[in-house]
């Protein structure tokens, strides 16, 4: 086979194991680069910090089991930036299969490290079938939706949630998530109740987001694990964010390289193939 | 069930939620909360007929030793222990569920969604060649966007992050905004021909 | 009513002529039950819904309309004889998303189309289903274009099946189903998420033609890469007035194309407006705020 061939047609085997490769060696051989941060980054950021002292914000924790090692580390990032600003947490989630359970953990453990305690600084109010019910309902009572939270506990006995029962007690939604709850998050309690929105995203769903931040349907965006990075930077903890985008790097380089080498296989193939 | 009743049934919930949209008055607004509750209770029956379906379906394979009944043994021992497991003892943590949940379902979930990137990674070497003008444009945009989402891009020109950022937020912004107009059209058609009797193939018929 | 010279400014009359009624029913409604800041989205509202009605009526009396020529469409009975001569199923997905996502309802209506191109020829059709609902009526429409073809023998209840009800195990079973039946046309039209690269870039492992359509934007480009027809969002709804030509999708198209059009307008008179500074830019703008 020519050499035109090969570069053209090669097995998709040996793309696996250099992008393997490229996910390993890093976990050996740390990398770490500096962050540039983007304006959205530094929006939602700066919109956390402009908030007062002691503030309730809402935290849904709209992700699945999957994208964790995306949308846990934003998590806790954003989990921290609101203990470190005194701020007090109500989360939720419409993903059935691990949301809450993700949240109680996150919230667990940054709480604990925090110092701070369940029912007085954050509070995890689990599941609710239907989230256009929830999303719906709690712009009106949010004790209409959950009258316990995660555990069972009566949501009437726990001290954060005494002075909070709508959008309008919380002075901002920070959502972690990683499907298109997101957009009825924007549409139905933005545009509707007129909370104020940010959120931490998978890479994925980052480009659709940008059109919600240019209308100002939301103030900030964190994209997949750059985002995060950048987040970790400007609250001066860098943690998993910032590690993985060694690999990250790596594997952007790697795919560029197949695209060059595909092209050049392409090229030189064409160029075999015309008539002398 | 067929014939006009459930067409009845969808024209009035439809338009009792239209209205619902339009009206602030308490009274339509506990109403249109109600009807949300019973959307949840009737969706989590739907849940038992999913049930129902997989157990029939592996039951018979087991049954008839068909090609890889084992295979269905598996699926109905895990459907067995999480459905008792959630029953018996709950989902919180430290059952049993839970512990399944985090340490089989979850790392399981998170492995499939990793092997994007390997499959991004073959699909883009596969698709990204400068067959055509549209395509050379797809494949450089992809190039400028890769690098300048990495701090090496930076390093090989200090402005090709901000490219990268603008190419995000104009002419992506722009294609995301037209497309996602279009298919709320489309959605919203079909929405209405739901609502007004003229689709059913949510029945099952055309 | 007054008409404004046919059928086309029809939907324009009524906005004009029943502009002044909503006026005078806004001034007139007790407070309470009406949100008066939502007129504009009630306006916009029933000049879709009229418009709609007004071109399922045209299209059902013989109006002949225009749809461009989409390659993936046409490339479906291509994909189904190809099959049919290698002797391998059709794999159609009618999405991940659950019967109330508009998406898989145009999927299904797709789907029973192709179960009756699969029932002539005599070509093996398989169909996974991620959520129960989708699942019961994906097994109806089939069984019902099977029943039309004349062949309700041929309909096997186990061509739709549920898989799982978590869209990553749904795709790990859909995988192995692939890979073992290798179909030589795989069809994805519907809501799809992250697995939408997983189940395209086996599907070009086994070997498959792939056409596939959802109106998720942040999964086209994974179709794009991996499948070798994409129908971009709304040529997804397009696909059953395409393949069915029936009025009532005809008709539908019609009027999100005239909406489209007002949209477009609306777009450009506005940023016009704001760019060059007009007086009456801030009270255009505010037409069109939600609230």
Redesign the interface.
């Known amino acids: 086979m020519s050499l035109a061939k090969r570069l053209e047609s ?1 097995d ?1 085997r040996w ?2 194991l250099l ?2 490769l490229s ?1 390993v060696l890093p976990m050996f051989l740390p990398i770490t ?4 941060i ?2 959205q980054t530094q929006a939602l950021y700066d919109t956390m910090e402009s908030l007062p002292e002691g503030s309730v914000i809402m935290v849904p924790f709209e992700v ?6 995306e949308t846990e580390p934003i998590a806790r990032a954003a989990v921290r930036h609101a203990f470190r600003r005194q701020m007090k947490i109500v989360s939720l989630s419409n993903v059935g ?2 949301g809450p ?1 993700i949240a ?2 996150v919230l667990r453990e940054e709480g604990n490290a925090a110092g701070k305690v369940y029912g007085i600084d954050y509070v995890n109010l689990g599941y ?3 989230y ?2 929830v999303l ?2 709690m712009g ?1 009572s949010i004790r ?1 939706i959950y009258q316990t939270d995660y ?1 069972g506990t009566p949501v009437d006995s726990l001290p954060l949630m005494r002075n909070v029962d709508s959008y309008k007690d919380v002075a901002f939604i920070f959502a972690i998530a ?3 709850t997101l957009d009825y998050w924007v549409s139905i309690v933005g ?2 109740f007129g909370a104020k929105i940010g959120a931490g995203v998978t890479a ?5 987001m ?2 919600y ?2 209308a100002g349907q939301m103030v900030g965006l964190l994209g997949g694990m ?1 985002g995060g990075a950048e987040y970790e930077k400007l609250l001066g903890l860098p943690d998993q964010s910032t590690r993985g ?1 060694g690999a ?2 790596l ?6 390289a ?2 060059v ?3 050049v296989g ?2 030189l193939s064409r160029r075999n193939a015309r008539p002398a | 069930m067929r014939g006009p009743l459930p067409l009845a049934v969808a024209f009035l919930a439809g338009m009792f939620m239209i209205v619902s949209f339009f009206s602030p008055h308490p009274a339509v607004e506990k109403a249109s909360g109600d009807f949300l509750n019973w959307v949840s209770i009737v969706s989590g029956f739907s849940i038992l007929l999913g049930v129902v379906s997989i157990a029939q379906n592996n039951l018979a394979k087991v049954k008839r030793r068909q090609k890889e009944w084992p295979y269905a043994v598996v699926l109905l021992v895990a459907l067995a222990v999480m459905l008792a497991g959630g029953v018996l003892e709950g989902t919180d943590s430290g059952t049993v569920y839970d512990a399944l949940f985090q340490n089989v379902q979850a790392p399981m979930m998170t492995t499939m969604f990793s092997m994007l990137a390997f499959f991004i990674a073959s699909a883009a070497y596969r698709a990204f060649r400068a067959r055509t003008l549209q395509a050379t444009l797809l494949l450089g945009t992809a190039v400028i966007v890769m690098l300048g989402r990495i701090p090496v891009g930076q390093a090989i020109y200090d402005g090709l992050p901000d490219l990268a950022n603008w190419i995000m937020a104009v002419p992506n912004t722009a294609v995301q905004r037209g497309i996602i107009i279009g298919a709320a059209l489309g959605g919203a058609a079909t929405a209405l021909r739901i609502v007004l009797g003229l689709e059913r193939t949510y029945m099952g018929r055309g | 009513m007054p008409r404004f010279g046919g059928a086309r400014w029809t939907p324009v009359a009524w906005l004009v002529w029943a502009a002044p009624v909503w006026a005078q029913a806004e001034a007139t409604t007790p407070p309470g039950w009406f949100n008066t800041d939502r007129v504009n989205a009630l306006v916009l509202l029933v000049v879709f819904c009229a418009a709609l009605l007004l071109y399922i009526r045209s299209a059902a009396r013989g109006k002949s309309t225009y749809i461009r020529p989409l390659p993936g469409l046409e490339a479906v009975e291509d994909g189904v004889g190809r099959a049919t001569e290698m002797g391998r199923p059709v794999l159609f997905i009618p999405g991940t998303g659950d019967v109330d996502m508009a998406e898989t309802l145009a999927g299904l209506a797709v789907l029973g189309r192709i179960a009756g191109i699969t029932a002539r020829y005599d070509t093996p059709l398989m169909v996974p289903c991620l959520y129960p609902m989708p699942l019961a009526a994906a097994d109806e429409v089939v069984r019902q274009a099977y029943t039309d073809a004349g062949k309700p023998e041929a309909f096997k209840s186990d061509m739709v099946r549920y898989m799982a009800g978590e869209s990553f195990g749904f795709s790990a079973a859909v995988n192995g189903w692939m890979m073992r039946e290798r179909p030589a046309t795989n069809i994805f039209l519907g809501e799809f998420t992250a697995e939408s690269l997983l189940l395209a870039e086996t599907g070009n492992a086994a070997g498959a033609i792939q056409i596939a359509g959802t109106a998720r934007p942040e999964q086209l480009p994974f179709f794009i890469a991996a499948c070798d027809y994409t129908l971009l969002g709304e040529e997804l709804y397009a696909a059953s007035a395409y393949l069915s030509k029936e009025p009532k999708y005809l008709g539908s198209l019609k009027a999100q194309d005239l909406f489209k059009v007002i949209l477009t307008v609306a777009i450009l008179t506005g940023a016009l407006a704001v760019t060059f500074g007009a007086s009456w830019a801030p009270v255009f703008q505010g037409w069109f705020e939600a609230s």
């Open positions: 090669l998709r793309i696996f992008i393997g996910v680069f500096p962050e540039r983007t304006s699945w089991p999957s994208t964790l090692p299969g691990g359970s109680d953990r609710r079938a239907n256009l019910a719906s309902g009106t209409s555990s990683d499907n298109a545009e509707r994925v769903m980052a480009p659709k940008f059109a931040i240019d750059k985008m990250q790097s594997i952007h380089l790697l795919i560029i197949f695209i080498l595909g092209n392409f090229f």
